[in-house]
């Protein structure tokens, strides 16, 4: 245990109401570490209202469960709020957070901006699931955990670690997926959510996979427009999923999905294998992790500038690095 989880369990005892929130567009880690600590202090703490309120919503990740209702300002000028899985805070996705009396982050995101009154920030953590698994761990004698709980927090560790892949991965991290497991998790419901592809998806995969496109040294990319999810029926979540589709492609380190939104802008998801790409998200005014990036453009200019900037960072770690596949 460290001193800021400490911190984080006293401040929790002291208030009465404690609102969570999560970044905008959730995904599985964002979703399963807030409603999972929902879960455990609601279970521990049965007088207190605690929520999860945000302002946004995802498809992908609705079958975790669902958040609460929002509550009049005065709610969150009296509640402690917790931010967890959000770098910045223009990334959250309720602006009420800033309206909580106190406020406490918990992240292992890269820390680009200190926000709130109290922080527990672990880049080198897996996911947020995992930091809330191990909040739990460090106070199992006082804090309480049921299989609902126990589910939401696994399945936002299977899912933001790539199924228990990515080099993130930890003794650690086997260790707490172990005491989740423990609960009762039944994995066999749990992926089958995660695997299962509606027909419209693995069409999408189809020509993903017949449009695809490399530059000179090896970034796969591909654009999906509006025509594109309107033909294949797709909702634009179901799109972005895109970015997926091209991980396995051999010495193509990078690979990039661009997604038109509903306003023209272009959703950037920046994946890649032993190489950093957020400096490249960073210089257009996105972030994230070193292997796992996004980022908004504006036009095909600007998406063309990313994917030459892109393809010369993937160069020069060709030029010095050996042994990447
Ligand atoms: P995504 O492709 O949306 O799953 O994002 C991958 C990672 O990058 C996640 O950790 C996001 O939180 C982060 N990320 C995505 N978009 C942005 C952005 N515009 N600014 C900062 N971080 C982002």
Same mark, same amino acid.
């Given at each position: 245990m460290n001193e800021q989880m400490k911190v984080i369990l006293d401040k929790i005892k002291t208030y009465d109401r404690i609102v969570i929130f999560r970044h905008k567009r959730p995904d599985g880690d964002a979703v399963g570490s807030t409603l999972g600590l929902r879960g455990i202090l609601r279970l521990t703490y049965p007088a207190k209202e605690i929520i999860v309120n945000n302002s946004d919503y995802s498809d992908?990740?609705?079958?975790?469960g669902s958040e609460d209702e929002t509550r009049p300002d005065e709610f969150y000028a009296e509640a402690l709020g917790i931010v967890i899985?959000?770098?910045?805070?223009?990334?959250?996705?309720?602006?009420?957070?800033?309206?909580?009396?106190e406020l406490c982050k918990i992240d292992h995101h890269i820390p680009k901006e200190t926000y709130g009154d109290y922080q527990w920030v672990e880049?080198? +953590? %897996?996911?947020s699931c995992e930091m809330v698994a191990a909040f739990y761990a460090a106070f199992k004698d006082e804090l309480k955990i049921d299989v609902d709980s126990a589910t939401l927090i696994y399945a936002g560790m299977v899912t933001d670690s790539g199924r228990f892949r990515? +080099? %993130?991965?930890t003794g650690e991290t086997m260790r707490l997926a172990g005491m989740l497991l423990d609960?009762?998790?039944?994995t066999d419901h749990l992926y089958a959510h995660l695997y299962m592809k509606d027909f419209n998806s693995l069409k999408l995969q189809a020509y993903v996979y017949d449009h695809m496109k490399m530059s000179e040294h090896g970034v796969a990319y591909i654009y999906i427009n509006r025509a594109t999810q309107k033909k294949f029926k797709l909702t634009f979540e179901q799109a972005c999923?895109?970015?997926?589709?091209?991980?396995?492609?051999?010495?193509?380190l990078i690979w990039i999905a661009f997604i038109e939104s509903d306003d023209g802008s272009i959703r950037v998801r920046l994946r890649s294998r032993f190489v950093t790409i957020n400096q490249v998200a960073e210089k257009y005014g996105g972030g994230g992790h070193d292997c796992a990036s996004g980022a908004t453009v504006h036009g095909r200019k600007e998406m063309k500038a990313l994917i030459a900037d892109a393809d010369t960072r993937l160069a020069d770690y060709k030029e010095s690095n050996e042994g990447w596949l």
């Open positions: 992908y990740v609705g079958f975790l899985d959000t770098a910045t805070s223009d990334r959250v996705s309720n602006p009420r957070f800033s309206l909580c009396k880049e080198h +953590r %897996s996911s990515f +080099r %993130s991965v609960e009762g998790v039944d999923a895109a970015v997926g589709y091209m991980d396995s492609i051999k010495d193509s």
